[in-house]
Structures are given as structure tokens and as C-alpha cells.
T-cell receptor, first 117, second 112 residues
């Protein structure tokens, strides 16, 4: 059982380049999330998708776009990378749906380490 | 608003010492509370959770009790091991909004 799979594991971009981070989960979860993790700042929510077909902004959405391709897959796109987007990106999923199962925990992937030069 | 505050690290302990990592929260309604652990180079893993006041979550010798009167969810372990060295995150989720709120993490190093 793979859980949450993220690709790639590492990436180096030049300023202005674009890329898409891929995430897939095999747990039939309703909700999916993208976080970034920076030293001293914990995890900050970029975007989330409460259910297939919906996406919402989190705390730090600027410079990112997302697509909930189907129930399994949730991708994060950087259209024009900036050095401030150097970070570790985590995808997560949860069985929560609105007010149902809201105490279901998050399941995380192993992260994508992105450096923008 | 909703937020989680954890004690700042890093924390360094000797093996078999007692561990406490403090966590307090601010939230409307009745959140669920979680502790996650992150080992180097990995994603976060659920360590334990509590879903209502006075609940105690426990796993692998770690415990935390949901205290609504003090809005706290402190993590404790009676005797830490070198293998417990990791970063620990306190988090909450609310009944609406599908969002989780994390503390900034506390790094723990256990030395033999």
C-alpha cells in the first residue's frame, strides 16, 4: 500500500522556469492538500481540495496553481518560479469531507525538495 | 482565528529522560488535536490524536491529553530513546473548513 506518492523527490529550477509537482494517493481519500515547509515556519497550507472537483486557497497561494485531476491526483504548478519558492513541498490526503470525519488525520507524502536559483 | 503554539526547540535530552513538549491552541468550536512526528528526510506521520475534551491519545509510549480548560495538548514520554530523535508537530483540525493548523515544530535530539 503506497499511501501518498509525490514526484519528483528533488528539483532545481532557474528563476522564471515552470514545473508541476505530482501527487497521487491510493487510499480513496476525499481531501487533498499541498503544504510548504520552511525552517522556523512549520507547515503552511498552499491549496487544498476538499473533494473531487473543488479547490480552495490556503494561507500562501500566490505564485501557485493546482488541479484536482480526479479523486486520486492533485498537482501543484509553479508558473514562474522565484527564489522565495525554494522549499520542501508536501502533499497530504485525508478522509475528511466537510463536517464528516473531520477528525481523520492527514497522511503525508515524503516531500519534494525544490531549489530555485 | 485558529492557531497552534508549541514550545520552541531544539530540545536535547539524554536517553531515558522524561520528555514534555508543550502545545497550546486557539480555535473556535471543538477541534480535534494531533501530534505528528517527522524523521529526517521523510514526511510527517501521525503519532497520536484526541478528538474531544479529556481524551488521552497514546502511541509508542507517547501520551497527550486534550485539556479544554487550558486549551493545551502537551506531549509526554516517560523515557526517551535515541530513536525518538525527530521533529514533533502539534496540529488541530476544525469541524468545518477541512483545514489543519500546525505549530512550527519542535526538534528533539536524544543522546546516548
Amino acid at each position: 500500500n503506497a499511501g501518498v506518492t509525490q514526484t519528483p523527490k528533488f528539483q532545481v529550477l532557474k528563476t522564471g522556469q515552470s514545473m508541476t509537482l505530482q501527487c497521487a494517493q491510493d487510499m480513496n481519500h476525499n481531501s487533498m492538500y499541498w503544504y510548504r515547509q520552511d525552517p522556523g515556519m512549520g507547515l503552511r497550507l498552499i491549496y487544498y481540495s476538499a473533494s473531487e472537483g473543488t479547490t480552495d486557497k490556503g494561507e500562501v497561494p500566490n505564485g501557485y496553481n493546482v488541479s484536482r485531476l480526479n479523486k486520486r491526483e492533485f498537482s501543484l504548478r509553479l508558473e514562474s518560479a522565484a527564489p522565495s519558492q525554494t522549499s520542501v513541498y508536501f502533499c497530504a490526503s485525508s478522509d475528511s469531507l466537510g463536517t464528516i470525519l473531520y477528525n481523520s488525520p492527514l497522511h503525508f507524502g515524503n516531500g519534494t525538495r525544490l531549489t530555485v536559483t | 482565528g485558529n492557531s497552534v503554539t508549541q514550545m520552541e526547540g531544539p530540545v536535547t535530552l539524554s536517553e531515558e529522560a522524561f520528555l514534555t513538549i508543550n502545545c497550546t491552541y486557539t480555535a473556535t468550536g471543538y477541534p480535534s488535536l494531533f501530534w505528528y512526528v517527522q524523521y529526517p528526510g521523510e514526511g510527517l506521520q501521525l503519532l497520536l490524536k484526541a478528538t474531544k475534551a479529556d481524551d488521552k491519545g497514546s502511541n509508542k509510549g507517547f501520551e497527550a491529553t486534550y485539556r479544554k480548560e487550558t486549551t493545551s495538548f502537551h506531549l509526554e514520554k516517560g523515557s526517551v530513546q535515541v530513536s525518538d530523535s525527530a521533529v514533533y508537530f502539534c496540529a488541530l483540525s476544525r469541524p468545518t473548513g477541512n483545514q489543519f493548523y500546525f505549530g512550527t515544530g519542535t526538534s528533539l535530539t536524544v543522546i546516548p
